[in-house]
């Protein structure tokens, strides 16, 4: 967050103990803090306000403390937006020279496209999905609840009142079983 008592402002108080605020110097209002103490377990806190132009120092009390938190947070809201509209003013800039034909050259394509692999990639997938459809119903369903769901061999046991184990031996009877269905596609 900003250092926000570097700023000038138009005006500077200081709250007293019954909430009131009465102007003051620059140099009053940003005196050296005391630390805190048992009695007075507060930090010294301060309110700003950009826009009015003025700074406040705080009461050392739960009041202070509540009124800094609610304007720390609108001021470091106000930060965000701030970052964000300057990039945003950034990306919106056009570069002096360029034309409609050269803004392709700013721009770089993040991966070239492989068509043979895409082709090779549909056509295991469509080997594949013919492999799962010569399953049983049973082990149609291990597949989709393993692979697919991702949900683990314990909790797909569980809800077919099966051990663990034996969901284990089903999926390594189905992995076998698809091995030969696709024989050297994988």
Known sequence: MLNYQKFHYRHYYVQDANGECREVTRKECFAKPEEPTATLPFKQRWLYDLEAGYACRLERSRQGEDLYRMNATSLKREERQQERRAKMADLDKTYEGDSEDNLDSRFEIADSFDLASYVADKFLFEELYAALAKLTADD????????????TERDYAAELGLSHQAVGKRRKKVLVLLREILGDQI
């Open 140 to 151: 149609a369903d291990l597949v989709q609840a393993l692979y697919v769901d991702q949900r």
